[in-house]
């Protein structure tokens, strides 16, 4: 009875060895970024005009495996990863061609992949940089050795959100927002931030301060409220300044005031909402709620909304010394992304 307790228990002791030893690896090589950090700015060739109006687009590409075809096991579907590289090669040629018709100016991209098994590793936003003939500065916020959840695990992810554009830059920084998580689930968990990036005006002191950002989505909604607070004292303060200001991107809360589209299940991934409340003086939302702009991922996309879980929670907040003069969602029937591109265009007061 001794020998076989003995036996049976030596497995055991191994597991446990060999589990204390990747949760202690991924701890001592967690992502740890500081509150501001300095990233190199585009040097375009490009100045910004405030007589000339300004266009400047926000859209998620889901690392390009987020199509209509697919779900995804974080909203109540199945899958963990695109089944092959060339669907995700086939999603990033339609994502180009989207921001390629587009034209915007400044361009603000979410979910960018530079190095993860989920996306075959291909480095989306080179690819990207060549499609669309621009420059860019990159900011992490999801960059883990080894995520080893579910079954299969979704592996290494190197994630984060781009800006392209070739208007020069005075400077570009990664500002940290709150992480909502403990350990330890933080560790192999998204660490969110802003993308600041500052333009100079011609014939102005006055900088336009355009943050690209993604806040959170599986929280209890505490994150995103925590993370919507920071992009309020941050918006105000470059008000003050005197600076034009804009922050876009996901925010994975739908603005208020929008059209509601049909509730199909409670069971599902809910948007949270973000109020007018919840923004400062002088600032107000800047959306299209024409098309819906994110679909949740529990099953393939019916092109019905009564079917189809959808919401509007991608778009801009501006300031109010910016004229808004147009916002469109391009539709796309999500056919290369659960997300659709949506476009804005400002003018300076």
């Not at 003995?6 to 055991?12: L, R, Y």
């Not at 991107?249 to 509730?263: I, K, L, R, T």
């Amino acid at each position: 009875m001794k020998k076989l307790l003995k036996f049976s228990t030596i497995p055991f002791l191994v597991l446990l060895l060999v589990l204390v030893s990747f949760v202690s690896y991924l701890s001592l090589n967690e992502y740890r970024p500081t509150a501001t950090e300095k990233l190199t700015p585009t040097k375009g060739e490009k100045m910004i005009d405030q007589k000339q109006a300004l266009t400047i687009t926000t859209y998620n590409i889901g690392y390009g495996g987020l199509s209509a075809t697919e779900d995804f096991f974080m909203d109540g579907g199945k899958n963990v990863q695109p089944p092959n590289k060339e669907f995700v090669q086939k999603n990033l040629e339609a994502i180009a061609q989207t921001l390629h018709t587009a034209q915007a100016d400044i361009n603000l991209l979410q979910e960018v992949d530079r190095n993860s098994q989920r996306s075959y590793f291909m480095n989306q936003e080179a690819y990207l940089q060549e499609k669309l003939h621009l420059p860019s500065v990159y900011a992490y916020n999801f960059l883990v050795d080894f995520v080893p959840f579910p079954f299969p695990p979704i592996g290494r992810v190197a994630s984060g959100i781009t800006t392209f554009t070739d208007y020069h830059m005075t400077s570009a920084s990664r500002i940290a927002l709150p992480v909502p998580f403990k350990w330890p689930v933080r560790i192999a968990n998204l660490k969110r931030a802003l993308l600041e990036t500052r333009f100079p005006i011609a014939d102005s002191e006055q900088e336009l301060v355009v943050f690209n950002l993604h806040l959170e989505a599986y929280d209890n909604g505490e994150g995103k409220i925590a993370q919507s607070k920071k992009l309020a004292e941050l918006l105000a303060n470059e008000y003050q300044k005197g600076n034009y200001v804009i922050a876009g991107g996901d925010f994975n809360q739908v603005f208020e005031g929008s059209h509601p589209f049909p509730v199909v299940s409670k069971d599902s991934w809910q948007a949270g909402t973000l109020a007018k409340k919840d923004l400062p003086e002088h600032f107000d939302f800047a959306y299209d709620d024409t098309y819906p702009t994110v679909r949740v991922l529990n099953g393939a996309y019916t092109g019905d909304y009564a079917t189809s879980q959808v919401y509007v929670i991608d778009g801009f907040i501006v300031s109010d010394n910016l004229a808004i003069d147009a916002v469109q969602v391009t539709n796309t029937d999500f056919k290369a992304t659960d997300h659709q591109l949506v476009k804005m265009t400002v003018r300076f007061l």
